[in-house]
């Protein structure tokens, strides 16, 4: 059974997050968001889900079945949620109350693209403690 007790770093390939923020500049008028899950070797894996939320431009929600399938993909492939991702078109890269009051998953990370910014995307991870979000170190490794 993995350790709930989060490292104050999160090391994440630089490909993989090339692939998150693709995604995230794909469509920069809604928040979009997706999954990543990771295996025994620790490599990460982005399942993108769509946004279905009535009012997407500040809020996501994810698509169900394509969630289910995603955790099944990832169950299949013997890996684990390891984050959640989602960007925010026009605010910055902390988690708003709302990211934090509806969060179901406390026990993996939380990545959060702002695309309010100018020429470089800022994205910031975050792990759930009690009733807040707590920043930790994001660093890209390249291979």
């Known amino acids: 059974m993995p350790s709930t007790k989060k490292p104050s770093q999160l090391s994440l390939p630089r490909p993989l997050v090339n692939k998150i923020l693709a995604h ?3 469509n920069p008028d809604v928040e979009v968001c997706g999954l ?3 295996n025994a070797s620790l490599q990460k894996y982005y399942y ?3 946004n279905v939320s009535q009012n ?3 809020r996501f929600l994810m698509d169900a079945p394509q969630q289910i399938a995603a955790m099944k993909k990832m169950r299949n492939n013997k890996q684990q949620l390891f984050a959640i991702m989602h ?3 026009t605010a910055n890269a902390s988690p708003s109350q709302r990211d934090i009051d509806e969060n179901s998953y406390k026990d993996v990370y939380h990545l959060i693209i702002s ?3 100018k020429g470089v995307l800022e994205m910031r991870a975050y792990i759930q403690k ?3 979000m707590q920043e930790i170190e994001l660093v890209l490794e390249d291979n």
Do not use: E, K, V, Y
């Open 24 to 26: 995230a500049q794909s």
């Open 36 to 38: 990543i899950g990771n």
């Open 48 to 50: 993108p889900i769509t």
């Open 56 to 58: 997407p431009s500040c």
């Open 87 to 89: 960007s925010h078109p």
């Open 115 to 117: 695309l309010n910014t």
């Open 130 to 132: 009690l009733d807040s």
